[in-house]
């Protein structure tokens, strides 16, 4: 065996080794892309020139509410409230992309759309708690910082052991 050969094959071993511990990641992470990924800006994001309209609309709903405060069962009754938990807010956005016709619950949204990351958006649920991810940024009312109390765009990243992965058709 020559000498290329050998180390051809190691990287090609050494490739799917990484592929592997990437893909059972335990944290969600943001990893911005330039040209791909949406940013933060005061507060509210700021999505990527191309983005397709479901994801705009997806965005500017999660910048409407993500000063709004937390409440138990907000955003349950009707898409439009005064303060969202965490499956209200998830619903909100989905529904402004058109994914989802009636707010849902986190358990609910557990079998949400299809199975694994979407290329633009992507449901993290569980029993008791859903965050989403949206052009890279994560839209999530709890494990952001201090003092965040209710839907908050933010970059910082938390621990997804446990939760489904899923992703509305198409994005």
Excluded at 118 to 133: D, L, N, Q, S
Excluded at 135 to 140: F, I, K, M, T
Aim: proline fraction near 6%; aromatic fraction near 8%.
């Amino acid at each position: 065996m020559t000498a290329r050969l050998a180390c051809s094959i190691l990287l090609a071993l050494a490739s799917v080794m990484l592929c592997q511990c990437s893909s059972s990641s335990k944290s969600w992470k943001y990893d911005y892309v330039p040209g791909k990924t949406a940013v933060i800006i005061r507060g509210k994001a700021v999505p990527p020139a191309n983005a397709p309209p479901e994801v705009l609309r997806a965005i500017s709903a999660g910048n409407r509410i993500c000063t709004k405060p937390y409440r138990r069962g907000g955003g349950h009754a009707h898409f439009e409230d005064s303060a969202y938990d965490c499956s209200g807010t998830v619903s909100y956005i989905l529904h402004a992309a058109g994914k989802l016709d009636e707010p849902s619950t986190s358990s609910g949204l557990r079998s949400f759309g299809r199975s694994g990351h979407g290329k633009w958006i992507t449901v993290y649920a569980r029993k008791g708690h859903v965050f989403c991810e949206i052009a890279g940024l994560r839209l999530d009312t709890g494990y952001n910082d201090d003092d965040s109390d209710g839907p908050r765009w933010t970059s910082r990243a938390r621990p997804i052991k446990g939760y489904s992965v899923r992703h509305p058709a198409g994005l």
